[in-house]
């Protein structure tokens, strides 16, 4: 079993930016990136620019979660700067979802979308089997440090069943308070993805390599799989 794990840069220290990248790039799958607008949730956090920043020092997979009102505009942007992953609000596409999705893979880029907590998976029936990844948020979005919905997780198990059933091909990534409380609910739906942010993995401890040492042990400890084994260490 393949763990990949996806830290959230929004919830790491600033000021130590080039040391917890540093460390991270050859550890993980990839990067999380969070872009609010301020309107489609209440809050505002990083930028293109910021992504920018991250692949002068790594070369690691991004992706970029838009909470964002107009993702066409912010879609275009990501283009610009080469984002690995481009995933775009469920509640924002209305209209436009074949558009961008046919836009971001005319670019050699890859596509995913998001369902928020009260976002049913029905709602991109129509465009899933042209998804190569859906997140599925177990929080509120907006905010770091939220209440976890453990109801929001059996949208991971129904989504496996379907992607197994019609051969689809998009990753399940989870998203909100993955961290030694949840490891174990968030293991049994089973997705391919797990966000860490600050409760995960940053605010374990000052150093970055000791609390990467910890959130593992906390995830081999909660869930019984052993992911060292596959995951560089040193």
Same mark, same amino acid.
Request: proline share 4%.
């Given at each position: 079993?393949?763990?990949? @794990? =996806?830290?959230?840069?929004? !919830?790491?220290?600033?000021?130590?930016?080039?040391?917890?990248?540093?460390?991270?790039?050859d550890?993980?799958?990839s @990067?999380?990136?969070?872009?609010?607008? &301020?309107?489609?949730?209440?809050?505002?956090?990083?930028?293109?620019?910021?992504? +920018?920043?991250?692949?002068?020092?790594?070369d !690691?997979?991004?992706?970029?979660?838009?909470?964002? +009102?107009?993702?066409?505009?912010?879609?275009?942007k990501?283009?610009?700067?080469?984002t690995?992953f481009?995933?775009?609000p469920? +509640?924002?596409?209305?209209g436009?979802?074949?558009?961008l999705?046919?836009?971001?893979? =005319?670019?050699g880029l890859?596509a995913g979308v998001?369902?928020?907590? +009260? !976002?049913?998976?029905?709602?991109?029936e129509?465009?899933?089997?042209?998804?190569?990844?859906?997140t599925?948020?177990?929080?509120?979005?907006?905010?770091? &440090?939220?209440?976890?919905?453990?109801?929001?997780?059996?949208?991971?198990?129904?989504?496996?069943?379907?992607?197994?059933? %019609? *051969?689809?091909? %998009?990753?399940?990534?989870?998203? &909100?308070?993955? *961290?030694?409380?949840s490891?174990?609910?968030?293991?049994?739906?089973?997705?391919?993805?797990?966000?860490v942010?600050?409760? &995960?993995?940053?605010?374990?401890?000052?150093?970055?390599?000791?609390?990467?040492q910890e959130?593992?042990?906390?995830?081999?400890?909660?869930?019984?799989?052993?992911?060292?084994?596959?995951? *560089?260490?040193?």
């Amino acid at each position: 079993m393949n763990i990949k @794990f =996806s830290p959230s840069l929004m !919830t790491m220290d600033l000021d130590k930016f080039s040391e917890q990248i540093g460390f991270l790039k050859d550890k993980v799958d990839s @990067f999380h990136v969070d872009i609010m607008d &301020g309107h489609f949730v209440p809050n505002l956090s990083l930028s293109p620019w910021f992504i +920018e920043q991250v692949k002068k020092i790594a070369d !690691t997979q991004i992706s970029a979660h838009l909470m964002v +009102e107009d993702p066409a505009f912010w879609t275009d942007k990501l283009i610009d700067i080469g984002t690995d992953f481009i995933c775009f609000p469920a +509640e924002s596409v209305s209209g436009i979802a074949f558009r961008l999705i046919n836009k971001i893979h =005319s670019s050699g880029l890859r596509a995913g979308v998001v369902l928020n907590p +009260e !976002t049913p998976i029905s709602s991109i029936e129509a465009y899933i089997d042209k998804l190569d990844k859906i997140t599925i948020m177990t929080v509120d979005p907006g905010f770091a &440090g939220e209440v976890f919905i453990k109801k929001s997780l059996e949208k991971i198990v129904n989504l496996r069943k379907e992607r197994e059933k %019609f *051969n689809y091909h %998009f990753l399940i990534e989870m998203d &909100g308070s993955s *961290n030694k409380k949840s490891f174990s609910m968030i293991h049994q739906a089973n997705p391919d993805i797990y966000i860490v942010g600050r409760s &995960g993995l940053f605010g374990l401890s000052d150093d970055i390599q000791t609390s990467w040492q910890e959130m593992i042990e906390n995830f081999e400890t909660e869930t019984g799989v052993k992911v060292s084994k596959f995951i *560089n260490q040193e």
